[in-house]
């Protein structure tokens, strides 16, 4: 059957429950770290990623949700490593 509804042909990752900790880096990182790597990434890379995510803007009026865009950078960079592209 051929769908044009979005909803039936999307694939969605919902980020809801990470939100809370987009102003909190350390944080976020810390749960990124443990969900897509089982904690095996090593300090200096989740501080290295601590430090981008700190230095992203907290808002601007181009930037609609900031929160969701640090979210959304603290996974990629989580997988985008060996580490993090490992499943465990």
């Known amino acids: 059957r051929s769908t044009t509804n979005q909803l039936e042909t999307t694939i969605g990752l919902s980020l809801t429950g990470l939100l809370p900790l ?17 904690g095996a990434l090593p300090k200096a890379t989740t501080d290295r990623i601590v430090t981008a995510i700190t230095a992203m803007p907290v808002g601007t009026a181009t930037n609609l949700n900031p929160d969701l865009e640090r979210v959304r950078s603290a996974l990629y960079l989580t997988v985008a490593i060996p580490q993090g592209a490992t499943q465990k």
Not at 28 to 37: E, I, K, P, S, T
């Open 22 to 38: 987009a102003r909190t880096p350390q944080a976020l990182v810390d749960q990124a770290n443990l969900v897509l790597a089982a």
